[in-house]
């Protein structure tokens, strides 16, 4: 049967514009996939920014000591500029954001999937491995909601996933699940970095700060910080406010790219 087959193959090849066609198609698909993965990235990362616009535009007036809400704490912040300048005034800026938050965002998920890719192909390397590996370099929370995901899909494939709209024999995350997911792998990320970026914000005010002889490095400021406030007021100071802002926005950015993976057909 299978000679058979092959014979009458030979004997009536398809049609040279068919074969073109279908060469085509597939190198216009491959092609495609980089712009629909690309627009799935900038469009999560723009919805999720979007999500937490009121809180960043809150943060911006009181670090700027804005006279109309200089004496106001963040929650009576985000009450009183509605009632001055509309609810518009919360998302006030926004736009410009977008500009640059769309190709961060497409750039940051790209290469979290390009990277997990290579890491497979290249360096035959699965799992979890691979997915720290990819995560460290596109972001701590990449590993985190993949890890989630893996292994909510591998124990609990039919209370926590479904098919996914774009390929039936691909599981996916409910959507809940996938806004659960998201926030605390933001949440997991924040806590693990946080201390880093409470050094990095000292080390950047540099000679502002009376102790700056004592904070020239990562290292010195980092002991210099916990030696004077401790932990929790001092390294860790400001991340409940920072969790209110970023396990929102996390959880967006996931559900979103997830979504968008099917809608691009991406799966």
């Known amino acids: 049967m299978a000679a058979a087959a ?5 004997a009536d090849p398809p049609p040279a514009m068919s074969q073109a066609a279908g060469a085509g198609g597939t190198t216009a698909r491959r092609d495609f996939y980089w712009l ?11 919805c999720a920014k979007t999500t937490v616009a009121p809180l ?7 670090q700027a000591h804005n006279h109309h809400y200089k004496h106001l704490g963040v929650f009576s912040t985000l009450c009183a500029v509605p009632q001055k300048e509309g609810y518009l005034g919360l998302y006030k800026g926004n736009g410009a954001m977008m500009i640059r938050i769309f190709p961060y ?23 979890h491995v691979h997915r720290l590996m990819a995560g460290s370099m596109a972001g701590v929370s990449f590993f985190t909601f993949g890890t989630l995901k893996s292994v909510g899909l591998s124990y ?8 996914s709209s774009d390929n039936p024999n691909v599981l996916v995350l409910k959507t809940h699940i996938n806004l659960l997911c998201g926030g605390v792998a933001g949440a997991i990320a924040q806590t693990i970095s946080y201390p880093f970026d409470v050094t990095r914000r000292r080390m950047q005010l ?14 010195e400021t980092m002991k210099y910080v916990y030696g004077q406030h401790g932990i929790r007021k001092g390294l860790y100071r400001g991340l409940s406010l920072n969790y209110i802002r970023c396990i929102p926005s996390q959880a967006v950015a996931f559900t979103t790219y997830e979504l968008m993976k099917q809608f691009f057909h991406l799966n």
């Open 6 to 10: 092959a014979a009458l193959a030979a």
């Open 156 to 163: 609990a494939p039919t209370l926590l996933g479904r098919p």
């Open 36 to 46: 629909r993965s690309f627009l799935a990235g900038g469009i999560a990362g723009c």
């Open 206 to 219: 540099g000679t502002v700060l009376p102790e700056f002889e004592k904070c020239l490095t990562m290292w």
């Open 105 to 127: 965002g497409a750039i940051q998920f790209m290469a979290f999937e390009h990277y997990k890719t290579l890491i497979t192909t290249k360096l035959g390397i699965s799992g």
């Open 56 to 62: 960043d535009r809150v943060k911006v007036l009181l």
